[in-house]
């Protein structure tokens, strides 16, 4: 059974932190690149981050940047995303996404065919 597990999520107040992982059972990350996408109510499925398979290459939405972390322990089968300086405009539901090899297509949804169930990330005070 292949699958993707988020976990982490929570309600953080405004400039707080909290650490997403994506752990996969049934088949390995390791050639995979792995993309985080969030979504909020009402609002589009976005690209946050990317990390290439190896590890050595990240993309980042502009409006995390220099905010958001993503890394990988590929022994572990499982991948991060540090969330700092957290804003209520971040406020959406967290999926990581897996399913192409290909570092510059992965922050396309349609590139991925595995998903995990999203975890909630709250922003309030």
């Known amino acids: 059974h292949l699958q993707l597990v988020e976990s982490g999520g929570g309600l953080v107040q405004p400039g707080g932190s909290l650490r997403l992982s994506c752990a996969a059972s049934?088949?390995?990350?390791?050639?995979?690149?792995i993309g985080w996408f969030r979504q909020a109510p009402g609002k589009e499925r976005e690209g946050v981050s990317c990390?290439?398979?190896?590890?050595?290459?990240?993309n980042y939405a502009d409006s995390v940047k220099g905010r958001f972390t993503v890394s990988r322990d590929n022994a572990k089968n499982t991948v991060y995303l540090q969330m700092n300086s957290l804003k209520p405009e971040d406020t959406a539901v967290y999926y990581c996404?897996?399913?192409?090899?290909?570092?510059?297509?992965?922050?396309?949804?349609?590139?991925?065919?595995?998903w995990g169930q999203g975890t909630q990330v709250t922003v309030s005070s």
């Open positions: 990390i290439s398979s190896g590890g050595v290459s990240t």
């Open positions: 996404a897996a399913g192409t090899r290909l570092f510059r297509l992965c922050f396309s949804p349609h590139s991925h065919g595995y």
């Open positions: 049934g088949f390995t990350l390791d050639d995979y690149a």
